[in-house]
Protein backbone atom coordinates (compact mmCIF):
# COMPACT_ATOMS: atom_id res chain seq x y z
CA UNK A 1 0.00 0.00 0.00
CA UNK A 2 1.63 3.07 -0.90
CA UNK A 3 1.86 6.19 1.20
CA UNK A 4 -0.16 9.24 0.47
CA UNK A 5 1.00 12.27 -0.46
CA UNK A 6 0.96 14.91 1.88
CA UNK A 7 3.25 17.63 3.17
CA UNK A 8 5.71 15.01 5.06
CA UNK A 9 6.73 13.44 2.17
CA UNK A 10 10.49 14.24 1.51
CA UNK A 11 11.95 15.86 -1.61
CA UNK A 12 8.97 17.29 -3.00
CA UNK A 13 7.52 20.32 -2.33
CA UNK A 14 3.69 20.72 -1.68
CA UNK A 15 1.43 22.08 -3.85
CA UNK A 16 -0.17 25.17 -3.00
CA UNK A 17 -3.25 24.93 -5.20
CA UNK A 18 -3.60 21.49 -4.27
CA UNK A 19 -6.52 20.62 -1.17
CA UNK A 20 -5.18 17.92 1.38
CA UNK A 21 -6.94 14.21 0.89
CA UNK A 22 -9.51 14.00 3.10
CA UNK A 23 -8.03 11.62 6.03
CA UNK A 24 -10.40 8.62 7.15
CA UNK A 25 -10.25 7.13 11.00
CA UNK A 26 -10.19 3.48 11.55
CA UNK A 27 -12.33 2.49 14.76
CA UNK A 28 -10.29 2.46 17.84
CA UNK A 29 -11.66 -0.32 19.36
CA UNK A 30 -11.93 -3.99 17.07
CA UNK A 31 -13.73 -5.04 19.68
CA UNK A 32 -16.46 -2.48 19.41
CA UNK A 33 -16.90 -3.27 15.46
CA UNK A 34 -16.68 -6.67 16.08
CA UNK A 35 -19.67 -6.27 18.64
CA UNK A 36 -21.74 -4.09 15.90
CA UNK A 37 -20.74 -6.45 12.63
CA UNK A 38 -22.18 -9.45 15.00
CA UNK A 39 -25.62 -10.82 14.31
CA UNK A 40 -28.39 -10.61 16.65
CA UNK A 41 -29.79 -13.98 17.15
CA UNK A 42 -32.27 -12.79 19.19
CA UNK A 43 -33.99 -9.84 16.97
CA UNK A 44 -33.40 -7.69 19.61
CA UNK A 45 -32.76 -4.10 18.78
CA UNK A 46 -29.48 -2.80 20.21
CA UNK A 47 -28.31 0.93 21.03
CA UNK A 48 -24.67 1.79 21.22
CA UNK A 49 -23.60 5.13 22.24
CA UNK A 50 -22.78 7.55 19.51
CA UNK A 51 -18.89 7.77 19.00
CA UNK A 52 -17.21 10.54 17.68
CA UNK A 53 -15.55 8.37 14.80
CA UNK A 54 -18.67 6.83 13.53
CA UNK A 55 -18.76 9.90 10.74
CA UNK A 56 -16.62 9.96 8.52
CA UNK A 57 -16.10 13.91 8.45
CA UNK A 58 -17.47 16.50 10.31
CA UNK A 59 -19.70 18.66 9.07
CA UNK A 60 -20.44 22.73 10.69
CA UNK A 61 -23.66 23.83 9.00
CA UNK A 62 -24.00 27.66 9.21
CA UNK A 63 -26.97 29.47 11.27
CA UNK A 64 -28.98 31.11 8.67
CA UNK A 65 -28.77 35.12 8.91
CA UNK A 66 -31.31 36.27 10.97
CA UNK A 67 -33.15 39.71 9.94
CA UNK A 68 -32.04 43.16 10.96
CA UNK A 69 -33.59 44.34 14.08
CA UNK A 70 -36.33 46.99 13.12
CA UNK A 71 -36.43 49.99 15.27
CA UNK A 72 -39.36 51.91 15.47
CA UNK A 73 -39.45 55.63 15.95
CA UNK A 74 -42.65 55.90 18.56
CA UNK A 75 -42.31 59.81 18.24
CA UNK A 76 -42.15 60.31 14.69
CA UNK A 77 -44.92 57.66 13.99
CA UNK A 78 -47.69 59.10 16.43
CA UNK A 79 -46.67 62.28 14.42
CA UNK A 80 -47.64 60.75 11.17
CA UNK A 81 -50.73 59.57 12.81
CA UNK A 82 -52.09 62.92 13.88
CA UNK A 83 -50.69 64.47 10.82
CA UNK A 84 -52.91 61.91 9.03
CA UNK A 85 -56.03 62.18 10.97
CA UNK A 86 -55.94 66.10 11.24
CA UNK A 87 -55.69 65.82 7.56
CA UNK A 88 -58.80 63.13 7.14
CA UNK A 89 -61.77 64.86 5.50
CA UNK A 90 -65.01 64.41 8.31
CA UNK A 91 -67.31 61.67 7.73
CA UNK A 92 -71.17 61.83 8.37
CA UNK A 93 -72.13 58.84 10.26
CA UNK A 94 -75.88 58.74 10.50
CA UNK A 95 -77.45 58.39 13.74
CA UNK A 96 -79.05 55.13 14.86
CA UNK A 97 -82.69 54.41 15.24
CA UNK A 98 -82.67 54.24 19.19
CA UNK A 99 -80.35 57.02 19.51
CA UNK A 100 -81.59 59.91 22.03
CA UNK A 101 -82.40 63.18 20.89
CA UNK A 102 -79.60 66.02 20.11
CA UNK A 103 -80.00 68.35 23.03
CA UNK A 104 -80.93 70.97 20.34
CA UNK A 105 -84.10 69.38 19.31
CA UNK A 106 -85.32 69.00 23.05
CA UNK A 107 -84.48 72.71 23.93
CA UNK A 108 -86.68 73.78 20.70
CA UNK A 109 -89.28 71.25 21.58
CA UNK A 110 -89.32 72.88 24.89
CA UNK A 111 -89.68 76.80 23.23
CA UNK A 112 -92.98 75.30 20.77
CA UNK A 113 -94.24 73.89 24.25
CA UNK A 114 -93.32 77.76 25.88
CA UNK A 115 -95.07 79.48 22.84
CA UNK A 116 -98.14 77.67 23.18
CA UNK A 117 -98.70 77.72 26.65
CA UNK A 118 -98.52 81.29 26.33
CA UNK A 119 -100.86 81.32 23.62
CA UNK A 120 -103.16 79.55 25.20
CA UNK A 121 -103.14 81.94 28.16
CA UNK A 122 -103.47 85.06 26.05
CA UNK A 123 -106.76 83.34 24.48
CA UNK A 124 -107.82 82.27 27.90
CA UNK A 125 -107.23 86.05 29.01
CA UNK A 126 -109.26 87.71 26.33
CA UNK A 127 -112.12 85.18 26.27
CA UNK A 128 -112.42 86.20 30.09
CA UNK A 129 -112.12 89.57 28.89
CA UNK A 130 -115.09 89.00 27.15
CA UNK A 131 -117.24 87.51 29.41
CA UNK A 132 -116.64 90.31 31.86
CA UNK A 133 -117.50 93.15 29.22
CA UNK A 134 -120.55 91.38 27.68
CA UNK A 135 -121.94 89.90 31.07
CA UNK A 136 -123.50 93.63 32.11
CA UNK A 137 -125.18 93.98 28.65
CA UNK A 138 -126.40 90.28 27.70
CA UNK A 139 -128.86 90.74 30.50
CA UNK A 140 -129.90 94.07 28.68
CA UNK A 141 -129.38 93.08 25.74
CA UNK A 142 -132.11 89.84 26.65
CA UNK A 143 -134.52 92.45 28.46
CA UNK A 144 -134.83 94.31 25.08
CA UNK A 145 -135.41 91.16 23.52
CA UNK A 146 -138.53 90.78 26.06
CA UNK A 147 -139.47 94.33 25.58
CA UNK A 148 -140.04 94.31 21.69
CA UNK A 149 -141.69 90.76 22.13
CA UNK A 150 -144.41 92.37 24.56
CA UNK A 151 -144.73 95.19 22.08
CA UNK A 152 -145.71 93.09 19.35
CA UNK A 153 -147.83 90.80 20.99
CA UNK A 154 -150.08 94.07 21.74
CA UNK A 155 -149.98 95.05 18.52
CA UNK A 156 -151.28 91.56 17.21
CA UNK A 157 -153.97 91.35 20.30
CA UNK A 158 -155.15 94.87 19.28
CA UNK A 159 -155.69 93.81 15.42
CA UNK A 160 -157.39 90.46 16.50
CA UNK A 161 -159.61 91.47 19.53
CA UNK A 162 -157.93 89.04 22.36
CA UNK A 163 -159.41 90.67 25.11
CA UNK A 164 -158.15 88.13 27.58
CA UNK A 165 -153.78 88.86 26.55
CA UNK A 166 -154.66 92.18 26.20
CA UNK A 167 -156.04 92.21 29.95
CA UNK A 168 -152.70 90.12 30.87
CA UNK A 169 -149.64 92.27 29.31
CA UNK A 170 -151.00 95.76 30.73
CA UNK A 171 -151.17 97.37 33.17
CA UNK A 172 -152.16 100.57 35.34
CA UNK A 173 -154.76 102.44 33.39
CA UNK A 174 -154.03 100.92 30.33
CA UNK A 175 -155.05 97.02 31.58
CA UNK A 176 -158.31 98.55 33.45
CA UNK A 177 -159.83 100.02 30.54
CA UNK A 178 -159.74 96.66 29.44
CA UNK A 179 -160.79 95.16 32.31
CA UNK A 180 -163.88 97.70 31.98
CA UNK A 181 -165.00 95.48 28.85
CA UNK A 182 -167.29 92.69 29.18
CA UNK A 183 -166.93 90.04 26.17
CA UNK A 184 -170.16 91.11 24.98
CA UNK A 185 -169.95 94.83 24.44
CA UNK A 186 -165.64 94.37 23.66
CA UNK A 187 -167.01 92.08 20.64
CA UNK A 188 -169.28 95.12 19.31
CA UNK A 189 -166.71 97.60 20.15
CA UNK A 190 -164.32 95.55 18.27
CA UNK A 191 -166.34 95.11 14.80
CA UNK A 192 -167.71 98.87 14.51
CA UNK A 193 -163.31 99.77 15.49
CA UNK A 194 -162.28 96.45 12.36
CA UNK A 195 -164.84 97.71 9.92
CA UNK A 196 -163.67 101.46 9.90
CA UNK A 197 -159.81 100.36 10.32
CA UNK A 198 -159.69 102.64 13.27
CA UNK A 199 -156.99 100.72 15.46
CA UNK A 200 -153.25 101.62 15.05
CA UNK A 201 -150.49 99.10 13.63
CA UNK A 202 -146.86 98.91 15.07
CA UNK A 203 -144.80 99.39 11.55
CA UNK A 204 -141.16 98.39 13.68
CA UNK A 205 -139.75 99.08 17.07
CA UNK A 206 -137.29 101.27 16.84
CA UNK A 207 -135.59 102.11 19.61
CA UNK A 208 -135.48 100.56 23.49
CA UNK A 209 -134.11 101.66 26.81
CA UNK A 210 -134.01 99.59 29.77
CA UNK A 211 -133.87 100.99 33.07
CA UNK A 212 -134.38 98.00 35.96
CA UNK A 213 -137.55 97.41 36.18
CA UNK A 214 -139.29 99.99 33.53
CA UNK A 215 -138.61 100.58 30.11
CA UNK A 216 -139.61 102.89 27.09
CA UNK A 217 -139.61 102.09 23.38
CA UNK A 218 -140.34 104.42 20.46
CA UNK A 219 -141.94 102.96 17.59
CA UNK A 220 -143.32 104.11 14.37
CA UNK A 221 -146.93 103.31 13.80
CA UNK A 222 -149.52 104.51 11.39
CA UNK A 223 -153.38 103.81 11.19
CA UNK A 224 -154.74 101.05 9.79
CA UNK A 225 -157.15 102.87 7.14
CA UNK A 226 -153.85 105.63 6.56
CA UNK A 227 -151.17 103.19 5.86
CA UNK A 228 -149.16 105.35 4.09
CA UNK A 229 -148.97 107.87 7.30
CA UNK A 230 -146.74 107.13 9.57
CA UNK A 231 -145.73 108.89 13.01
CA UNK A 232 -143.38 107.58 15.94
CA UNK A 233 -145.13 107.27 18.97
CA UNK A 234 -143.25 105.63 22.63
CA UNK A 235 -144.76 102.70 25.19
CA UNK A 236 -143.94 102.58 28.50
CA UNK A 237 -143.51 99.43 30.32
CA UNK A 238 -142.70 97.92 33.65
CA UNK A 239 -141.98 94.33 34.64
CA UNK A 240 -144.46 93.02 36.46
CA UNK A 241 -145.13 89.42 37.59
CA UNK A 242 -142.31 88.23 35.66
CA UNK A 243 -142.76 89.76 32.74
CA UNK A 244 -143.06 93.11 31.09
CA UNK A 245 -146.10 94.85 30.55
CA UNK A 246 -147.67 97.83 29.26
CA UNK A 247 -148.78 100.56 31.57
CA UNK A 248 -149.06 103.06 28.70
CA UNK A 249 -150.15 102.72 25.23
CA UNK A 250 -150.02 105.30 22.33
CA UNK A 251 -153.35 107.03 22.42
CA UNK A 252 -154.35 105.56 25.22
Not at 10 to 38: I, L, M, W
Request: proline content about 9%; some cysteine.
Amino acid sequence: MSNPTGPDRSGEPAEPDQEPATEVFAPADPTDSAEQDAPNPAGERRFTAPSGFDAGSTQIINRPPEPATEVFDTGAQADTEVFTAQSAAPQKIPPRADAPKPPGKKRSWGWVIAIVLVIAALAAVAVLGTILLTRGSSPAASQEDKVRSTIQDFDVAVQNGDLATLRSITCGTTRDSYVGYNDKSWEQTHSRVAAAKQYPVVASVDQIVVNDDHAEANVTTFMAYAPQTRSTRSFDLHYQDDQWKICQAPGS
